[in-house]
Every structure is written in C-alpha cells, then in structure tokens.
C-alpha cells in the first residue's frame, strides 16, 4: 500500500481525529469533568496512534520490505523508518 493509493481514506480518517480534537477543545471551552475530557484525549489518541502505525506499516512495506528494492534504498527506508520512531517513542 502507497500512502497516494490511500489518501483519501487517509484523510478521511485524519478528519475524524481532528473532530475529536475539537471536541476536546470544546470540552475544555465548556468546563466538562475532568474524566470526560480525559477520555475523549484518549480516544484522540488511540485513533492517531492508529493512523501512525497504518502509516509505518506502508512504509515498511514500501520502502524496507518490498522485494524489488536495491541494498541503498533499503538501509535508506530502514534509516529513515528509524529515526521517526525514535521520535515517536518520546
């Protein structure tokens, strides 16, 4: 899967976290318990790491397993796959 092949459904789901998001500022807006805005963050966040990982399994596809690829473009599809996670894990 090509992230190009998939964008719209992609995008679609990006907007709904983006929903979700406003639903938390709106919470915050409107002095909602401290749980409820708890758990919409969570759901937030759930759904993006989701996204995240959709994305990171295309790119291993893509760009580290796929069968076609040359030595350079697969340490330079490993490298980069890399340093992303590292930065996710923070």
Avoid: F
């Avoid at 406003?22 to 749980?35: F, Q």
């Avoid at 796929?66 to 490993?78: F, K």
Wanted: charged share 25%.
């Amino acid at each position: 899967m090509h992230l190009s092949q998939n964008s719209d459904r992609l995008r679609a789901r990006l907007r709904r976290i983006t929903g979700q998001l406003g639903a938390v500022d709106d919470a915050l807006g409107g002095e909602a318990p401290c749980a409820a805005v708890l758990q919409q963050l969570a759901a937030a966040r759930g759904a993006l790491n989701g996204l995240m990982d959709e994305i990171i399994e295309a790119h291993l596809r893509e760009h580290v397993a796929a069968p076609d690829l040359s030595p350079e473009d697969r340490a330079a599809g490993t490298e980069e796959l890399l340093a992303v996670i590292r930065r996710y894990a923070k």
